[in-house]
């Protein structure tokens, strides 16, 4: 339970019964004819103030009939006099307006008195005229010159690529025959047929390359001033040989057709022997392992031949 507070409650006690008994103010409220009423009052007695003014300053023994008449009179006479006074201004306003109107027309006037300088015509060009048959001429010869001229160097550029893949192919330099005649549009029988051998022949000399450094594992290379030593992949030299011999075996007829069986017979009886020599692995073998096996199949037989043959790949 809160303890009750009693001594405060006497305390506000004992002020009450200090305080005199008082009414309470009442707060007066005007409404709004009040306001009005006060309003007019106050303007009234304003009013007649102003008569009194008005009394003071009139002349002395003048009735109100007579003030009103005079006051009258005045403003009548003022308003007739502001009246003139605005008349005036008007035409003052009107008088400058025609001044400058015929200051204007006099300045035009005067401009078109003036003579105006005429100009100097350009004499005409009086030089004979080309003929259009003439130009249809000049512009077909032009036009022919052109196309000859690219003609010339099309024709030239492709017979001088025609003699450097020639040569490079006489050479046995197969892969750069291919390189200068690859991609080269607009040949002719021959120049096709020179590509379709190097194509076939760049190949087999790729699959040879590709397998010789494979293989070589002693050579020392100089690459800027380092020197490192080629490493020895057994894997990628075992599939090299047999990626030839099968293309080798599948292109035999086109190589007829081409008239190159020879140098195309030597790469087929290398990549054999290799195989034969190298990893003890017969061309009939290569083949079936390349035709009838998986990529994983491949890899693991590829792997297999490679211990069996005595050599172990450093990759």
Not at 37 to 46: I, L, Q, V
Not at 98 to 127: F, G, H, I, Y
Not at 217 to 242: P, V
Not at 270 to 299: C, H, P
């Given at each position: ?5 009693v ?9 009450v ?18 306001f009005k ?7 009234k ?26 006051l ?38 005067e ?5 105006k ?5 350009k004499?005409k060009?009086?030089?004979?005229k080309?003929?259009?048959?003439v130009l ?10 052109v196309?000859s ?34 991609g ?16 076939l ?21 100089d ?21 030839g ?7 035999a ?15 087929g ?10 990893f ?6 290569a ?29």
């Amino acid at each position: 339970m809160k303890p009750r507070k009693v001594f405060q409650k006497a305390v506000v006690a004992e002020e009450v019964e200090r305080r005199p008994n008082r009414p309470p103010r009442a707060r007066k409220k005007r409404s709004r004819t009040s306001f009005k009423k006060y309003w007019a009052c106050s303007k009234k007695k304003d009013g007649d103030e102003d008569d009194d003014d008005d009394d003071e300053g009139g002349e002395p023994g003048e009735t109100k009939e007579e003030k009103k008449a005079r006051l009258k009179k005045e403003k009548e006479e003022a308003k007739k006099k502001k009246k003139e006074e605005a008349d005036a201004k008007k035409k003052q306003k009107e008088e400058e307006k025609k001044k400058k109107d015929e200051e204007k027309k006099k300045k035009a006037a005067e401009k078109k008195a003036k003579p105006k300088k005429k100009k100097p015509k350009k004499p005409k060009e009086r030089s004979p005229k080309v003929p259009i048959p003439v130009l249809v001429v000049f512009l077909l010869f032009s036009m022919s010159l052109v196309a000859s001229s690219r003609i010339m160097t099309n024709v030239l550029g492709g017979m001088l690529q025609m003699s450097t893949a020639q040569k490079a192919f006489d050479e046995q330099d197969y892969l750069k025959a291919y390189q200068t005649l690859a991609g080269k549009d607009g040949m002719d029988k021959s120049g096709n047929r020179l590509r379709n051998k190097a194509k076939l022949m760049a190949y087999l000399q790729a699959k040879q390359n590709q397998y010789l450094i494979c293989m070589d594992s002693g050579k020392q290379t100089d690459s800027g001033l380092s020197r490192y030593k080629i490493r020895t992949n057994y894997q990628l030299a075992l599939d090299s040989l047999i990626q030839g011999a099968y293309f080798y075996r599948k292109n035999a007829e086109k190589a007829e057709n081409l008239e190159i069986t020879d140098q195309y017979d030597e790469y087929g009886s290398y990549f054999e022997q290799e195989l034969d020599n190298t990893f003890r692995v017969s061309i009939g073998e290569a083949m079936d392992l390349y035709y009838n096996s998986t990529r994983k199949d491949y890899t693991t037989a590829l792997q297999k031949i490679i211990r069996d043959a005595g050599f172990t790949d450093t990759y």
